[in-house]
């Protein structure tokens, strides 16, 4: 008897927010072990933090708002505050923190982490391109893509964001893609939008 094979299509806004940020913090859990000593930077209200500590062997954060009371303190676009960390961490993630800097300066950031030499650096960026989720379900087995539709999105800057300085969208992916395909310490393996919040653009750098 043949399975049951089932389709689904949704918008780009699916469920809740909370939900969908749920889901990001559940895909940076998928990504450690329990061998891992990690590395988060941004720490923000350290939900992703106390998740990855079920899993990790070990988690320091390091943010520059003393107020959050991270592991360390400072600017990771600035190579004296965060160069002591070399060598320290098999993985470090950067999830949605560099698009609050101006791109030359987040590129600098990004730079400063690979060279901190983790065996992988996981990275996220806002991702405002539209797009559409399909999904197949064959018996008990789930598959789901993020169709990106194209030319979409829109420039992001300070004057029309009161927080970022830039987000992915449809003029920059590629050059942005070259970029990171362009470090010698490590080189960009794989990356994809989140399926249950494709504003969440994942980049995943694994060490040469």
């Excluded at 470090?92 to 590129?107: A, G, K, N, T, Y």
Aim: charged share 25%.
């Amino acid at each position: 008897m043949a399975k049951k094979v089932k389709m689904f299509k949704n918008r780009w806004l699916q469920v809740s927010a909370h939900s969908a940020r749920e889901n990001v913090y559940l895909e940076q859990l998928s990504l450690v072990g329990k061998d891992d000593n990690v590395l988060e930077i941004g720490k923000g209200k350290g939900i992703a933090a106390k998740l990855l500590t079920l899993k990790a062997r070990s988690v320091d954060t390091f943010d520059l708002d003393p107020e959050t009371r991270p592991s360390f303190v400072g600017n990771c676009a600035r190579a004296a505050d965060i160069n002591f960390l070399t060598d320290r961490y098999s993985i470090i993630f950067c999830c949605q923190v560099l698009e609050h800097m101006d791109q030359v300066e987040s590129f600098t950031a990004l730079e400063n982490l690979i060279k901190l030499n983790p065996k992988r650096l996981i990275l996220s960026l806002p991702d405002n391109r539209k797009s559409h989720r399909l999904g197949i379900t064959i018996g008990a087995r789930k598959f789901s893509i993020v169709i990106t539709r194209p030319r979409s999105g829109r420039k992001i800057s300070q004057q029309n964001s009161r927080q970022h300085h830039w987000e992915i969208y449809s003029k920059n992916i590629k050059s942005l893609i070259r970029h990171f395909d362009s470090y010698h310490w490590h080189f960009l393996t794989r990356h994809y939008r989140l399926f249950e919040r494709p504003y969440s653009h994942f980049f995943i750098f694994e060490r040469r």
